[in-house]
């Protein structure tokens, strides 16, 4: 028997025990054991809830407790998730987690403390949800170089940008429907302007290349600036708008953003809607792959941490590799990337475009008073110093090659 600690009893953690509970058979099969919930580690009491008697409110219980193997951190935020974290591994408890968050900050500290004490640091549900895609890129993409990943991370935002695409709606107006119906937070800062990806994209190019990806690193954009009218321009263009996290291998160094892009409907991830995410990802041998499902939500996300304690059952006193060393990986300045741009201008500065951008195909809609157009391929930094040069623009959105 493997005795299971869950830490908080919020959405996640309750979605666990209700995994682990309505499954059991069949989980137990596959970890050769049996799964037993043993405390619930959580500030509040939940009287009348059937597991209210695995309720404790001191870790110290938790981690004094020899039997308790597993733990699942399911509590988010640094602390003291990073702090119970580490003094479990450190007694050879495994953890298994739902916490971006902590990954994305402590991920090659806390994989190496678990490597010294022949147990396990795993985060399966860090990152898309539900989706498998940390057991692929560690265990099964394993003869690939891969070059590139392109997500869509974050279902709040996905949600809102279907929303928007679908209905004509505005971000204001999508953002307050998404928090009515429970997928965005009342602070929806995180997912709105795409710190959320960025950590996601930080842990997914971290396990890509094997060395540390700094989160801070990576150019962030959120979706805060797309309106209505930037779709009225996506639809003409037989084009969507979503909001990416993408990594590259180059041979300048290694490429990270997180931004909204135009996509055309060709490809695979124009069709990845509400709050579902998607992982593009190209590896040399393989090509192309995708990897597609819920990204949040309470049964999703637990289903991904059980599947990482079915792990830790089936290899008790070893360490499943996870190649992600202390190591930083420089991450490029995006001035040099190069690619197309979508742009709106107020209509009188139609001629300084035409100068500044060559000429170029008018793309109406039938605003009054704009005038878009899409640019030819340059860098980043020569599209910012020819915006600049005409007295900025109304919006711009980046354009994914396909
Ligand atoms: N806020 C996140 C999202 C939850 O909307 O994708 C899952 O990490």
């Not at 695979?268 to 579902?276: A, E, M, R, S």
């Not at 741009?341 to 209509?347: A, E, H």
Request: aromatic residues 8%.
């Amino acid at each position: 028997m493997i005795h299971v600690a869950v830490l908080g009893y919020g959405t996640v953690g309750s979605g666990v025990v209700e995994v682990i509970e309505t499954n059991k058979k069949d989980i137990n099969k596959r970890a050769a054991t049996e799964l037993n919930i043993k405390y619930i580690l959580d500030l509040r009491d939940f009287p009348g809830d059937p597991y209210e008697s695995k309720v404790v409110h001191d870790y110290e219980v938790i981690l004094n407790d020899p039997e308790v193997t597993v733990i699942c951190e399911t509590m988010g935020g640094i602390n003291p998730a990073y702090d119970f974290s580490k003094r479990a591994l450190l007694a050879g408890k495994s953890v298994c987690t739902s916490n971006k968050e902590l990954v994305a900050n402590h991920g090659p500290e806390l994989i190496s403390i678990a490597r010294e004490h022949h147990c396990n640091y795993l985060f399966e549900a860090s990152v898309g949800g539900g989706i498998p895609i940390i057991r692929p890129l560690n265990y099964s993409l394993t003869a690939e170089k891969i070059d590139s990943i392109t997500g869509i991370l974050n279902g709040t935002t996905n949600y809102i940008l279907t929303k928007m695409d679908k209905e004509g709606a505005d971000f204001e107006e999508v953002l307050k429907e998404a928090q009515d119906k429970g997928y965005a937070e009342r602070n929806p800062e995180a997912d709105v302007e795409g710190y959320d990806a960025c950590r996601k994209i930080a842990i997914l190019s971290s396990l890509m290349c094997g060395k540390n990806v700094k989160y801070e690193e990576i150019y962030t954009e959120g979706i805060t600036k797309i309106s209505s009218a930037d779709f009225l321009y996506a639809k003409q263009m037989n084009k969507s708008v979503k909001l990416l996290a993408m990594s590259r291998d180059t041979e300048n160094g290694f490429f990270a953003m997180v931004a909204p892009f135009m996509i055309s409907k060709e490809h695979p991830l124009y069709c990845v809607n509400d709050v579902f995410n998607a992982i593009y990802v190209h590896g040399n041998m393989l090509g192309d792959s995708m990897y597609y499902g819920r990204g949040a939500g309470k049964l999703p996300t637990a289903s991904a941490v059980v599947s990482d304690v079915v792990d830790c059952a089936r290899h008790q006193g070893k360490t499943v590799m996870c190649f992600w060393e202390n190591e930083d990986v420089k991450v490029v300045n995006i001035e040099n990337d190069k690619g197309k741009f979508f742009v709106r201008v107020d209509s009188d500065k139609k001629d300084a475009a035409i100068e500044a951008f060559g000429a170029l195909a008018e793309i109406n809609v039938g605003i009054e008073k704009e005038f878009a157009f899409m640019t030819q391929v340059m860098t980043e930094k020569e599209f910012n110093d020819k915006i600049e040069k005409i007295g900025g623009c109304i919006n711009r959105i980046r354009i994914l090659s396909a």
